[in-house]
């Protein structure tokens, strides 16, 4: 089991910055591929990146590539997104996710969810 408690949301003006983080409890934290997925309102929930177990291996979204970048800590049981250059439509609730496929970089087969974390864009 994992438990996922994510953080650093926040209200942020258009062309800032934030880092989320995502801490997981769990001793297996290292063998999990991690993932950052999102919901505006009204739309269903989209990928945003992924994350290999050791780190080595990253995949993002269209919409976000460039701008956002996965990374983990495995020492710290961490995984973080910072989000540089935001925009109005990055506004949403965004949640980390853990897969028992240690080099899962797709948009699904994820097992563990966070709560999430609400990251507001203002124009």
């Known amino acids: 089991q994992v438990q996922l408690v994510e953080s650093g949301g926040g209200l942020v003006q258009a062309g800032k910055s934030l880092r989320l983080s995502c801490a997981a409890s769990g001793r297996t934290f290292s063998s999990y591929a991690m993932a950052w997925f999102r919901q505006a309102p009204g739309k269903e929930r989209e990928f945003v990146a992924a994350?290999?177990?050791?780190?080595?291996?990253?995949y993002y979204a269209g919409s976000v590539k460039g701008r956002f970048t996965i990374s983990r800590d495995n020492a710290k049981n961490t995984v973080y997104l910072q989000m540089n250059s935001l925009k109005p439509e990055d506004t949403a609730v965004y949640y980390c996710?853990?897969?028992?496929?240690?080099?899962?970089?797709?948009?699904?087969?994820?097992?563990?969810w966070g709560q999430g974390t609400q990251v507001t864009v203002s124009s």
């Open positions: 996710a853990a897969s028992v496929i240690p080099g899962n970089l797709y948009a699904y087969d994820y097992d563990y």
């Open positions: 994350i290999a177990w050791d780190g080595g291996s990253t």
